[in-house]
């Protein structure tokens, strides 16, 4: 569902189009009956995106490829079809979320997720078409309250330990 919240959420502060995809349809139609008016919703699978190639000046996926097996396949068809960039979120192995949701296959949301290290997204960008590749970090104490949003404010976004990582870079 948070791909959902996020596909809103960037329309919301967009003056650009702004399309969704999910294999899904019934979780299709419960984003089309939310949508907040400037984007759209296709029906598809990460890997064989229904779009042509560079059809869109950025791709972005939060958490999406987290859940998807065949992961160097997903980001290999999400570069075909971004012109410009390409932006990643990411779950964090070496952090505290994972040791309170990941560990053992998961619990609730996080069930079955594949929680990276930044030398496995290295990997996993190796030889792609991709310059400028670039991590940052955030969401170190989980569970927010004042003295966690304290510590975020004040923790380097290069220190790897964030519940959860952006990870972008250029398309050549």
Sequence with gaps: MRYRFFTR??????????????????????????????????????????????????????????????????????????????????LNRHSLLYWQKGRGGGQGAYRGAHWHTAAQVRELFAGQPVRNLRMAFSIFVPGGGWIAQQLESVLPASLPLGSFFVVTADVV
């Design 9 to 90: 959420r960037f329309a919301r502060g967009s003056q650009s189009a702004v399309t969704g995809l999910d294999p899904n349809r019934d979780w299709l139609a419960f984003a089309e009956r939310h949508a907040v008016g400037t984007e759209n919703y296709v029906n598809g699978s990460a890997l064989a995106l229904p779009f042509a190639a560079g059809g869109f000046d950025l791709v972005m996926a939060v958490t999406a490829l987290c859940f998807i097996p065949d992961q160097r396949l997903a980001l290999a068809e999400m570069l075909r079809v971004a012109r410009r960039r390409i932006a990643l979120g990411l």
